[in-house]
């Protein structure tokens, strides 16, 4: 079992919608987790940065955290054409563990 | 602006030769990462640097090598020995090397041996 298992997609949805994207992991000692997100042909860049469980929200972009299922989800509300990207989440257990990176979900947003 | 430029976009070589890629920062970060980028693979570390003069292997170091002689400056020597080089090779930096210190990548260099 891979450590971080996420969906590649590629997922397609109209502009305005709510794009829901999600992890799963199998490392109960991750407690730090990120979304990057990647446009094609460029490097990834930080989206949200979280600690533990919870929700956390800047703009239209929320970030939620179930350590209990071991689970994290990004949420993107009024999605906009500008969204179509690879998505990755990545998680740490802290110190100086390295991180673990998903394999990315394509995003297209249709306008 | 601060920022990590890699050299060049992109890179073509024939089988046999060395090829080095370019990483320079400006950030003033401690830290400094290679990782590769295959389809369908996600991003996996090949080598990564905590300070200068100082580096250390990470899961698929075979065929490569670093230095890291200049805080700003981390290049990634492909040698002749990797099996499998053609990838995008992203670098990345960060203020430590710990979780709280998110990592900044560059655009990448997409290399191709034929």
């Known amino acids: 079992q891979k450590e971080v298992e996420q969906d590649p997609g590629p997922l397609s949805v109209p502009e305005g919608a709510i794009v829901s994207l999600n992890c799963t992991y199998s490392?109960?000692?991750?407690?730090?987790f990120m979304w990057y997100r990647q446009y094609s042909r460029k490097g990834p860049e930080l989206l949200m940065y979280?600690?533990?469980?919870g929700n956390k929200e800047d703009g239209r972009f929320t970030a939620q955290v179930d350590k209990s299922s071991k689970y994290i989800s990004l949420f993107i509300r009024d999605s906009q054409p500008s969204d179509s990207a690879t998505y990755l989440c990545?998680?740490?257990?802290?110190?100086?563990?390295?991180?673990?990176f998903g394999k990315g979900n394509q995003v297209v947003v249709i306008p | 602006d601060g920022g990590i430029t890699q050299s060049p976009k992109y890179l073509f070589r024939k089988e046999g030769q060395n090829v080095t890629l370019s990483c320079e920062q400006n950030?003033?970060?401690?830290?400094m990462y290679w990782y590769r980028q295959d389809p369908g693979q996600g991003l996996r570390l090949i080598y990564y640097?905590?300070?200068?003069?100082?580096?250390q292997k990470g899961d698929i170091a075979e065929g490569y090598s670093v230095s890291r002689e200049k805080k700003e400056s981390f290049p990634l020597t492909v040698t002749s020995a990797q099996k499998n080089p053609t990838a995008f090779y992203l670098c990345?930096?960060?203020?430590?090397?710990?979780?709280?210190?998110?990592?900044?990548f560059g655009n990448g260099t997409r290399l191709t041996v034929t």
């Open positions: 990345a930096s960060s203020m430590g090397y710990s979780y709280n210190s998110p990592l900044h």
């Open positions: 990545a998680m740490s257990a802290g110190g100086n563990n390295r991180l673990a």
């Open positions: 640097s905590q300070i200068v003069n100082d580096f």
């Open positions: 950030l003033n970060h401690d830290a």
């Open positions: 979280t600690y533990s469980s």
């Open positions: 490392n109960s000692a991750f407690q730090y």
